[in-house]
């Protein structure tokens, strides 16, 4: 009998003992006398009900050089990345000629971005759009470079995009399902987008795309200063002290439910940026059960 993709996935989740897909990076800090430590970081995402993600996509505005977490988190999962920076493939531009991995060289000179990983086989590459565009033109000419790769542990394909645009404009124009909304390090300061992306509006736009079950995953960057915000878990700890470890930041984070009626739930972490990243579940239609989901 043919089996349905979900529940298929769905016996892979299960048959791991553990509560969490996690992952371990590594984070490098450079201290007030200039040396450099490198620290392990745990990123953890807890694996009960994801299947509403599965093979959807993941939209992160404001990407520039942080692409590791967002793709070995839900490499398992997501089947469409999508990376917008308005620096990208834009040769000396002054946001990202300073990334190591050369992100403002033109499209069709970037080196694959998982080359040389075990885990990712690359499989071809597609670019629509100027490969080039010169940065002080007055208006950003878009481009969107498209990687594909066998993630080879769960033996999908997926695929990485990368657009050079408008955060905004590139999630009002491109066609996608959004399974995750991946957003932290960002600013009103120089090199920042000034863009407010956790302002209601916004939320709401967000909310609106995501599927039910879908996540928030935010440092809560560019929050609103409103006392007493509906909103206001999301950057809870965006300025201030949080608790030690990622599994008692996710205890301490509280569930919540919206004007709307989405429910919201912290389950994962990933990583430290203006804050720690969590990961929240937005449920549109009251508990969300494995079982009758499709
Ligand atoms: C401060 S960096 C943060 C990058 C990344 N979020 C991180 O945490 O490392 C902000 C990035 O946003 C990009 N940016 C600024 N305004 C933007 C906009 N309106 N749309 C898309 N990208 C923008 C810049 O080029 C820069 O690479």
Redesign the pocket.
């Known amino acids: 009998m043919n089996q349905n993709p979900l529940q298929k996935l769905r016996q892979k989740l299960e048959i791991t003992t553990s509560k969490y897909i996690d992952y371990v990076g590594y984070k490098i800090r450079s201290n007030d006398i200039g040396s450099v430590q490198v620290m392990k970081e745990k990123f953890i995402l807890e694996r009960e009900n994801l299947l509403p993600i599965h093979n959807k996509a993941l939209f992160y505005?404001?990407?520039?050089?942080?692409f590791d977490v967002a793709i070995f988190l839900f490499s398992p999962l997501i089947t469409d990345f999508w990376f917008?920076?308005?620096?990208y493939f834009s040769p000396n531009h002054q946001?990202?000629r300073g990334y190591k991995r050369g992100l403002d060289a033109p499209a069709d000179e970037q080196i694959p971005l998982l080359k040389g990983h075990p885990d990712y086989q690359f499989m071809g590459k597609k670019i629509v759009g100027s490969p080039t565009w010169y940065w002080r033109d007055y208006d950003i000419d878009p481009c969107v470079l498209t990687e594909i790769y066998l993630h080879v542990p769960s033996n999908r394909k997926i695929k990485i995009h990368r657009r050079r645009g408008?955060?905004i404009s590139a999630f009002h124009k491109e066609r996608f399902s959004l399974g995750v909304f991946f957003y932290?390090?960002?600013?009103q300061g120089e090199?920042?987008?000034g863009?407010l992306w956790l302002h209601t509006r916004r939320i709401h736009e967000i909310c609106d795309k995501l599927v039910d079950g879908g996540l928030i995953v935010t440092d809560g960057s560019q929050h609103s200063y409103k006392q007493d915000h509906v909103y206001k878990e999301l950057w809870k700890y965006r300025s201030g002290e949080c608790p030690p470890t990622a599994e008692e930041i996710i205890k301490s984070a509280r569930p919540f439910t919206d004007p709307e009626g989405r429910h919201f739930t912290c389950i994962g972490y990933a990583g430290h940026?203006y804050g720690p990243t969590l990961v929240w579940q937005v449920r549109k239609s009251g508990p969300y059960h494995p079982t009758t989901h499709s």
């Open positions: 505005p404001c990407s520039g050089n942080d917008v920076d308005r620096g946001d990202t408008y955060g932290r390090g960002d600013s090199g920042g987008s863009n940026r």
